[in-house]
């Protein structure tokens, strides 16, 4: 195995051994997005672009040869030259062997580096996910919270009109037995204004008639004291 296709195999055993540890399940998203905050991201970010992109034109290039290294060994000249020279079958064997050795070395990197690639994101994603529906969570939470504590005042909002309108009912009616009261009393003051009127009134005819009757007797006793003069009137 060349150089290049040795680097390449590495490469891969790299990428399954990275897409094994990012699928382990009991490593959250969220500690992938700590990993993945660390400064040396930050400071390899500028340039993971540029060498993601370069490794896919790496591999791609790569493959197509492989591609091409397979249509090659697999021709029919190559089997023609093979049938007629043992030796010759058994190096052409070898060297598409190699070739197809290649292509799968060569497609399973580009493979997997864009499968690392699209894990890592998802894995942001869901991270980003989860903390954006905690705070949801937490939103809703409070939410609930303030909902129920609303619920809590209007209840005792509820209640405390309730008692007032109980404390107001009973006033009403307090108020109106001491008006049914003073009602009465009012009747009971009219009525006595009105029999001591009527007492004044015969108190007054009675005054008149005495009045009167004092005149009278004034007149007869005052006749009585002068019979001549009343006499000596009549004579003339």
């Excluded at 790299?14 to 500690?31: G, Q, Y």
């Excluded at 070898?94 to 998802?122: D, E, P």
Aim: aromatic content about 10%; hydrophobic content about 45%.
């Amino acid at each position: 195995m060349t150089l290049q296709w040795t680097a390449v195999a590495f490469f891969l055993y790299a990428e399954i051994a990275v897409n094994l540890i990012l699928c382990i399940p009991f490593i959250s998203a969220k500690r992938w997005r700590s990993v993945f905050g660390l400064k040396i991201w930050n400071w390899l970010s500028p340039y993971w672009n540029k060498c993601f992109f370069t490794m896919i034109m790496v591999l791609i290039v790569l493959f197509f040869d492989a591609v091409r290294e397979v249509q090659k060994y697999s021709g029919p000249e190559n089997m023609q030259d093979a049938k007629v020279n043992p030796n010759v079958y058994d190096h052409v064997h070898m060297k598409l062997f190699r070739a197809q050795r290649n292509l799968y070395i060569s497609g399973f990197s580009l493979f997997l580096w864009l499968i690392m690639r699209r894990v890592v994101t998802l894995l942001n994603q869901v991270a980003v996910t989860l903390e954006g529906s905690a705070g949801l969570q937490a939103q809703m939470d409070s939410a609930i919270k303030a909902t129920r504590q609303h619920q809590e005042d209007n209840l005792m909002l509820k209640q405390a009109l309730l008692d007032e309108e109980r404390s107001m009912s009973v006033k009403n009616q307090r108020l109106k037995l001491e008006a049914e009261k003073l009602a009465e009393q009012v009747k009971v003051a009219e009525e006595t204004v009105r029999k001591s009127n009527a007492e004044v009134e015969a108190m007054k005819r009675q005054a008149k008639g005495l009045a009167q009757e004092y005149d009278r007797l004034l007149r007869e006793h005052h006749q009585l004291q002068n019979p001549q003069s009343a006499a000596d009137k009549k004579d003339q």
